[in-house]
T-cell receptor, first 114, second 112 residues
Framework: DAGVTQSPTHLIKTRGQHVTLRCSPI?????VSWYQQVLGQGPQFIFQ???????GRGNFPDRFSARQFPNYSSELNVNALLLGDSALYLC?????????????FGPGTRLTVL | QQPVQSPQAVILREGEDAVINCSSS?????VHWYRQKHGEAPVFLMI?????EQKGHEKISASFNEKKQQSSLYLTASQLSYSGTYFC?????????????FGQGTILTVHP
């Protein structure tokens, strides 16, 4: 079975630009969560979507937005990029949307903002 | 609030054992353990739930003390492949849905 897939793998943008990151969950999984991981730190929660509805939002500015599609894939959008947005963006897939469900991470998208 | 992991780093020789701790100031519903190798995504190891249920890796064991809001990951007879950074992610349940709050990580290095 295919695991969680994310695209693109790497991305280089300049300050002020916009970026869209994509995630496809494990087949049958209905929940997608997005995390930001800065070098040397643990992942930090950005959003969770379950059955196409937002179920949680972390402490990130409104420049960050996301959505989930009918096939349960998801997009994370970041507007007006800042240098501090440079990080590994991880998507986690889970069967259900609750804390007792295992979450499986995709390979991540490495975003560099110049 | 972020859970606190200890130790920050540990160095082992193959075959030695290690314990990694995760402590939270908030009431927990679940604790999720991951291992991350440099440049790669975190890999799921184990989940421990309030009430005692746990699911995960055959060769790794863990405990969850609900009253103390603490979890420990036990790595026995370590192998070179165990090297990496270990993260605990805590779930508060309720309206937090699936949100996990991660610790700062414990770097484990296993030498031959």
């Amino acid at each position: 079975d295919a695991g969680v897939t994310q695209s693109p793998t790497h991305l280089i943008k300049t300050r002020g630009q916009h970026v869209t990151l994509r995630c496809s969950p494990i087949s049958g999984h209905k929940s997608v969560s997005w995390y930001q991981q800065v070098l040397g730190q643990g992942p930090q929660f950005i959003f969770q979507y379950y059955e196409k509805e937002e179920r949680g939002r972390g402490n990130f500015p409104d420049r960050f937005s996301a959505r989930q599609f009918p096939n349960y894939s998801s997009e994370l959008n970041v507007n007006a990029l800042l240098l501090g947005d440079s990080a590994l963006y991880l998507c986690a897939s889970s069967l259900g949307g609750l804390t007792y469900n295992e979450q499986f991470f995709g390979p991540g998208t490495r975003l560099t903002v110049l | 609030q972020q859970p606190v992991q200890s130790p920050q780093a540990v160095i082992l020789r193959e075959g030695e054992d290690a314990v990694i701790n995760c402590s939270s100031s908030k009431a927990l519903y679940s604790v999720h353990w991951y291992r991350q190798k440099h440049g790669e995504a975190p890999v799921f190891l184990m989940i421990l739930l309030k009430g005692g249920e746990q699911k995960g890796h055959e060769k790794i064991s863990a405990s969850f003390n609900e009253k103390k809001q603490q979890s420990s990951l036990y790595l026995t007879a370590s192998q070179l492949s165990y090297s990496g950074t270990y993260f605990c992610g805590t779930g508060a349940g309720g309206t937090s849905y699936g949100k996990l709050t991660f610790g700062q990580g414990t770097i484990l290095t296993v030498h031959p």
